[in-house]
């Protein structure tokens, strides 16, 4: 089984931002992924997803299902995080009032992703981008 | 617990997902943090919260929880009404508040959906 999608994500968009992750979930259903599986891709890759519309110009979600594992890569154009150390610490965050009003901005999206995960890691430079690969074992 | 008796004992107007009204709820979870339902509560839960925006309803389907009740009489706009529907999601609005809502349903057997 190999499968492969990649969603755009755009910056500020609250009004549809959400709908990558639906259609995540509903891909690995269909796939017949095991429901316990499907719940940690789902929250880690909308937790992704909320990150791109609050702090990023924009970015991606792929999705890539393959025999043993399913993979998120999540990337974005900018701005890039200063210090990563600190965007990992629970409690810490940088959203603006908007994502807080949606109750998002509690700094609990990139270790709640990590948890998730069976496999988390984090790249990012300022001025160039954030990239984040997730992976779930099956 | 039936989420029949949830809407009963929170005297909720169901906004949508009706025909879930059969289901069994074993937990709640009490929290206008979206951040905080996607860390700590369980699945197959029913969400009381006060924000009535779409990041609520999408939060709850990833999270694989059963029901949202909106408290403090807290009305959601049609667009959110309509993705609930097109999401056959139970949700439902009560006069009550958060504290009073929750207070009521523990009171009837409802445990609390915090993982441990």
């Known amino acids: 089984m190999n499968y492969e999608l990649t969603f755009e ?3 500020g968009d609250f009004e549809t931002a959400g709908g990558a992750s639906r259609k995540i979930k509903k891909t690995l259903q269909q796939l017949g992924i095991s429901s316990k599986i499907i719940r940690k891709v789902s929250i880690a890759g909308y937790e992704g997803e909320m990150n791109l519309a609050i702090h990023s110009l924009g970015g991606t979600i792929l ?3 393959e025999e043993k594992e399913i993979i998120l890569t999540i990337k974005d154009s900018g701005p890039g995080i200063p210090d990563l150390h600190l965007a990992m610490t629970e409690g810490w965050s940088t959203a603006g009032v908007e994502a807080r009003r949606m109750g998002f901005g509690a700094g609990m999206g990139l270790p709640n992703m ?3 995960a069976d496999h988390f890691e984090i790249e990012s430079k300022v001025g160039d981008g954030t990239k984040i690969l997730m992976k779930f074992f099956l | 617990m039936k989420l029949s008796r949830v ?4 005297e ?4 949508s997902g009706e025909s879930h009204l059969d289901d069994e709820v074993l937990t709640g979870f009490g929290c206008d943090l979206m951040s905080d339902v996607l ?3 369980r699945e197959d839960a029913v969400l009381l ?3 009535v925006n779409k ?3 999408n939060t709850v389907d990833m999270a694989n929880m059963n029901s949202i009740v909106f408290v403090r009489n807290k009305m959601p706009c049609e667009d959110v009404i309509k993705m609930a529907q097109e999401m056959n999601l139970l949700v439902m609005s009560t006069k009550y508040i958060l504290f009073e809502a929750c207070g009521m349903l523990y009171a009837n057997g409802l445990k609390g959906a915090h993982l441990r």
């Open chain 2, 7 to 10: 809407q009963e004992l929170l």
């Open chain 2, 49 to 51: 919260t006060g924000l």
């Open chain 1, 63 to 65: 999705l890539e299902v």
């Open chain 1, 9 to 11: 994500v755009e910056r």
């Open chain 1, 114 to 116: 990590d948890r998730n």
């Open chain 2, 55 to 57: 990041q609520v309803l």
């Open chain 2, 12 to 15: 909720a107007v169901v906004l």
């Open chain 2, 39 to 41: 860390c700590f509560a």
